[in-house]
């Protein structure tokens, strides 16, 4: 019912900034939280941070807080991942999804089991 797709990945060096885009057709996903996940080869999907139906509310993994921003465009029904400050370890494939809930809290929007729809995910390199 719902396609994702994420575009704007690439290669970044270090210390650079990058934002990634994640544009929803089908149907509106503005009643829905929507999430950013991200997995580096030969390991385990990792949440990066989500962000409320209004665009109010946002929540982060440690990892990122303070460097990665989370918005929304409910108009072009678009949710966006700024990434600032790029290390080499924030290099992955970053994928948005669905919430099945409205506002991210903890111990619910960092589980993959919360989220439905996924995108396809785009590449996100940092280089040295």
């Known amino acids: 019912q719902v396609q994702l797709v994420e575009s704007g990945g690439g290669l970044v060096q270090a210390g650079g900034s990058l934002r990634v885009s994640c544009a929803a057709s089908g149907r509106t996903v503005s009643m829905y939280a929507m999430g950013w996940c991200r997995q580096a080869p030969g390991k385990e999907r990792e949440f990066v941070g989500a962000?409320?139906?209004?665009?109010?509310?946002?929540y982060y993994a440690d990892s990122v807080k303070g460097r990665f921003t989370i918005s929304r465009d409910h108009a072009e029904n678009t949710v966006y991942l700024q990434m600032n400050s790029l290390r080499p370890e924030d290099t992955a494939v970053y994928y948005c999804?669905?919430?099945?809930?409205?506002?991210?809290?903890?111990?619910?929007?960092?589980?993959?089991?919360?989220?439905?729809?996924w995108g396809q995910g785009t590449q996100v390199t940092v280089s040295s």
């Open positions: 999804a669905v919430g099945r809930f409205g506002r991210p809290v903890r111990g619910q929007a960092d589980r993959a089991q919360e989220y439905g729809y």
């Open positions: 962000i409320s139906w209004n665009g109010e509310t946002t």
